[in-house]
Each structure stands twice: as C-alpha cells, then as structure tokens.
C-alpha cells in the first residue's frame, strides 16, 4: 500500500511554470506505475502524464512538450515540471499510483490517488 501527498501548487501568470511533486509516506514509489491527472471545476478529471515502474513515459497531447514528469526513487517522490502555463491549466492535480507496471493515462487503472495541489494560472 502507498499514501501519496502532492506539492508545488500555486498561482502563475500564463507562461509561467511550476514543480508539481507527489512524495510517499507510506510505501516506495519505485515498485509502482505512477500518473498525474487534473481537474478543472465543472470538468472530468483527465490523464495528462504517467511514469511506469520501468521509467517508460507518457502525455496527454494537451499538454506534450509543456509538461515533463520524472521520477527520483532515492527521495521517494514523483515529479511535475509543468512549463508555458496557460489558463486552461488551472484545475486540482492529483498524482495517482498502481503497483506493478502499467502505461495508461486512463483513471481506472490507478488505486491510490493523493489529495490534490491546486494549480491556478491568470492571463
């Protein structure tokens, strides 16, 4: 079992950027496919990065090319680099984690989700 706590939210102006972070109190990240998703108000939550437990990596086409996510496995923690920050942006980023491998963005294939950092952008 892991317990995921997410970090690095805050308000921006459009074409700024931020290091979203997902660290593990309980539980190593190494073993488990990790993935982060978003949700604007009124909106479905959406895949928009995943890391497998092999170091595979995967974006939604919305934010390819913005948005990096990596991995460091000595500090147990996930991370976001999320860059040319656009008011469509803005929305509550969840890191969510499946033991064991999978390459998927779909919201079902993760069990353990954290609570979210809010990420606002103005224009």
């Known amino acids: 079992q892991v317990q995921l706590v997410e970090s690095g939210g805050g308000s921006v102006q459009a074409g700024g950027s931020l290091r979203l972070s997902c660290a593990a109190s309980?539980?190593?990240?190494?073993?488990?496919?990790i993935a982060w998703f978003r949700q604007a108000p009124g909106k479905e939550r959406e895949g928009v990065a995943f890391?497998?437990?092999?170091?595979?990596?995967g974006y939604a086409d919305s934010v390819r090319g913005r948005f990096t996510i990596s991995r460091d496995n000595s500090k147990n923690e996930v991370y976001l680099q999320v860059n040319n920050l656009k008011p469509e942006d803005t929305a509550m980023y969840y890191c969510?984690?499946?033991?064991?491998?999978?390459?998927?963005?779909?919201?079902?294939?993760?069990?353990?989700w954290g609570q979210g950092t809010q990420v606002t952008v103005s224009s």
């Open positions: 890391t497998d437990n092999f170091g595979g990596t």
């Open positions: 969510a984690a499946r033991a064991g491998y999978i390459a998927s963005l779909a919201e079902f294939q993760y069990n353990y």
């Open positions: 309980e539980g190593t990240l190494s073993r488990y496919s």
